[in-house]
């Protein structure tokens, strides 16, 4: 079977673009992992199939896969993404709303930038001592869609992301399901520096937008940083978080970014 598809990437965070709307393609974990193989397959961190919603809140829906096959709840990232890539197939202009696991996502449409809202964040968890191979580590935790945890540290460029990042996405304390690891920096002002290890990929990304959402809004409750926080990426790009505080709890959370159309092309499944 030959599939048409559309490589899409968000401030480096590549994806994979199809349109399922008369429901032909059956994916599967296994053809998802083939596709994101950047050796044998397209190359991407994660596979995004459009499809009819089945709420009455939506206009559209998506199916995603990540990079390991299994489905995500939601990426910030990707969510652009698939905002511009509905924007051009399904003719949509100026913005929509389109169904995830984490629930409806708005989007508005600005050239080659997105924002989109995104849920309301939950489960915020602070200052917890957590026994790692390099002793105690306080991290921070939050859900944005998808759960992420927080660690700052002096110099993002040195953070042992590919030592640390493994280990706490696996740790007893984030059972059963495990969570995101984000490397945070202060940068001054309402500036931060955001290395993420991401669950699903298994490895550093060049971006990801719900990891740099819940890192700003931990950023402003525990450092005082005021909306809209700019996130310096791994990617060279600068996502911007917006969000509005009230009595501890956090709303109206934007993220706002490039998404940018990479090639169009067809592979055998």
């Not at 459009?50 to 995500?72: H, K, M």
């Not at 051009?88 to 989007?107: C, D, N």
């Not at 992420?148 to 740790?171: F, N």
């Not at 990426?233 to 911007?240: F, W, Y």
Request: net charge neutral.
């Amino acid at each position: 079977m030959l599939i048409h598809f559309t490589k899409m990437n968000g401030a480096g965070n590549d994806f994979v673009l199809i349109d399922n709307r008369d429901g032909k393609i059956k994916m599967t974990p296994e053809t998802a992992v083939r596709i994101c193989d950047r050796h044998r397959g397209i190359g991407a961190d994660g596979v995004m199939l459009l499809v009819p919603t089945t709420s009455s809140q939506a206009d559209w829906a998506w199916d995603f896969y990540n990079a390991d096959g299994s489905e995500a709840e939601m990426c910030g990232n990707g969510a652009r993404c698939f905002a511009r890539y509905v924007e051009r197939t399904a003719g949509v202009k100026g913005g929509f709303k389109f169904e995830t696991k984490a629930g409806v996502i708005s989007a508005k449409l600005q050239g080659e930038r997105v924002t989109i809202n995104l849920t309301s964040p939950k489960d915020l968890r602070l200052n917890e001592l957590v026994s790692i191979s390099g002793g105690k580590t306080e991290i921070h935790s939050l859900n944005t869609g998808v759960p992420h945890a927080v660690v700052y540290v002096p110099d993002a460029d040195k953070a042992m992301v590919s030592t640390l990042g493994p280990e706490i996405r696996r740790h007893q304390h984030f059972a059963p399901r495990g969570t995101n690891v984000n490397f945070v920096q202060l940068k001054g002002g309402n500036t931060i520096r955001v290395r993420t290890y991401e669950r699903g990929v298994e490895g550093e990304t060049l971006a990801c937008g719900t990891g740099v959402s819940a890192s700003a809004m931990i950023s402003a409750r525990l450092y005082k940083l005021k909306s809209p926080v700019q996130v310096h990426v791994q990617g060279g790009d600068v996502l911007e978080v917006g969000f509005e505080e009230n009595a501890g709890t956090f709303s109206n959370v934007t993220l706002t970014g490039p998404a940018d159309f990479v090639f169009d092309g067809q592979i055998s499944l």
